[in-house]
């Protein structure tokens, strides 16, 4: 299926393209993958192309979502927008018809703009590219399908005489796994279990299921780099890759933890940014992806946007980035209403609903991970780490050391070495919300759709939802 949408300029480049030299923009988009990546130092998992994706560009070491969810998370990457200010915050919210994302400026430029896979901001955020690349996805089946992979080749000779972004939402490592349809490469034996997960059997095979799909993911991103570098495009364009959230696994995917919000961000522009580079000094918000990559090719975004071009960093690395970031989390399957500020050392979260346990998403609640976390409850065997998760009522406010604590672990807001920090980010955190229009908590209160703890429905789910 070819939407195709009227073109402002006919911008090409190369020698059979225009003078312009706009490079063409891919963005790879992983559907629940945390940091586990060789090129991020997890090295019991197979990413041969990712890993080299970063030995051919910049690697951000600090790079963090405004979301810990999907459809609020992308709709804010593609728009330079915090979700709640465009009204995306809960998971399913589609785009209204006004708002435009980044397809809309590239198609104003001469591009040819493409998506493929999974989208998430709903059928208004589909119509503004040209090309909706279709391909007889099936859930589960994430490896690309001969029909998928020869839409995408269309694509790319519809685009001969333009430039083209094209973003790639693939759906793994997004839950649920199946092990008939998907290459079983990673061992159970060399997964990392981070503390706050019991070190069981089903647990280390449901992490080794996780990095199956991540592998499989690398193995497609590979596949359509190659049809690029066959066709001589390859040089001429602009990488990325990054994730949505965190890895669907409990205190990850859903919390404001960096295990929720922060991602691998990696850009590659061969002969422009410098290979194997990495950049840590700062911090870097996916709210500024669309100011970024339009004005690599120089076009401006709105001062109305939220997010500012990190463009400098990507070609000098001593840059600094932010000195903080924001994120929010509200309903999935449950409501809730948390913020957070994020500097280099230090984090401050506020959940308004404290008096009810964490918010159990329905994909995690009936995960393997999940099962053995609730047994070792049952027996009385979790450690202080896994107990973290079942705390109720929770503290309305955490404040975190991460220099002494990166996981995140020990509450010090009432340690009163900290209580002047607290009161900065407190102020951080109040100033952001009157500047972004932040909705009080009491004004959009939610019902639960599935229990807090077990995720297990409460009742029937509405049809015709969108997969999540």
């Known amino acids: 299926m070819v939407v195709m949408l009227p073109m402002m300029s006919s911008a090409i480049y190369g020698s059979e393209k225009s003078d312009k030299g706009l490079p063409n923009i891919i963005v790879f988009v992983a559907d629940d993958a945390g940091m586990d990546f060789g090129c991020y130092g997890n090295n019991g998992i197979k990413t041969p192309n990712i890993d080299r994706l970063a030995k051919e560009g910049i690697r951000f070491e600090k790079a963090y979502l405004t979301s810990p ?77 001969e029909e998928l992979y020869r839409n995408y080749r269309k694509f790319l000779d519809d685009s001969k005489e333009q430039p083209f972004f094209l973003w790639v939402g693939f759906i793994d490592p997004h839950r649920p796994y199946n092990r008939e349809v998907c290459p079983q490469v990673n061992k159970p034996e060399d997964v990392k279990i981070p503390p706050f997960l019991v070190d069981a059997a089903d647990t280390r095979r449901d992490m080794a299921d996780y990095y199956d799909e991540i592998s499989r993911m690398d193995r497609n991103i590979g596949i359509m780099l190659g049809e690029l570098e066959k066709r001589g495009e390859l040089e001429n364009t602009i990488i990325v890759f990054m994730s949505d959230n965190g890895r669907p696994f409990p205190r990850c995917k859903g919390s404001l933890y960096d295990t929720g919000i922060q991602t691998p961000l990696i850009f590659v522009w061969d002969k422009h940014i410098t290979p194997n580079t990495v950049h840590s000094n700062g911090l870097v918000s996916s709210v500024d992806l669309a100011p970024t990559l339009l004005d690599l090719v120089g076009i401006n975004m709105p001062d109305t946007v939220y997010g500012r071009s990190f463009k400098e960093l990507l070609f000098d690395p001593t840059k600094r980035g932010r000195d903080y970031i924001f994120a929010e989390r509200n309903w999935h ?23 009810l346990p964490h918010g159990t998403t329905m994909d995690l609640g009936s995960s393997l991970s999940w099962y053995d976390l609730k047994i070792a409850q049952k027996e009385g065997t979790l450690s202080k780490e896994q107990a973290l998760l079942f705390t109720s009522p929770r503290p309305m406010i955490e404040i975190y050391d991460l220099e002494k604590d990166p996981e995140e672990f020990t509450n010090v807001a009432d340690v009163k070495e900290y209580r002047d920090v607290g009161k900065k980010l407190a102020k951080l955190l109040v100033n952001w919300q009157k500047e972004t229009k932040d909705h009080p908590w009491w004004m959009r209160r939610r019902c639960d759709q599935n229990d807090r703890v077990t995720g297990f429905p409460l009742y029937e789910t509405r049809p015709g939802l969108w997969a999540d």
């Not at 948390?338 to 280099?344: A, G, K, P, S």
């Not at 979260?349 to 008096?355: K, Q, R």
């Open 333 to 355: 399957d449950t409501d809730e209403y948390i913020r957070c500020v994020r500097t280099e050392r230090y984090k401050f979260i506020y959940n308004a609903y404290y008096e």
């Open 69 to 145: 969810q999907s459809s609020p998370s992308r709709t804010s990457m593609m728009t330079g927008q915090f979700a709640h200010t465009i009204g995306t915050e809960d998971l399913h919210n589609p785009l209204d018809g006004s708002t435009k994302m980044m397809p809309y400026y590239f198609n104003q430029a001469g591009y040819s703009t493409g998506v493929m896979l999974k989208t998430h901001w709903g059928p208004n955020g589909d119509k503004q590219f040209t090309h909706v690349i279709k391909g007889g996805y099936k859930p589960n089946q994430g490896d690309l399908t």
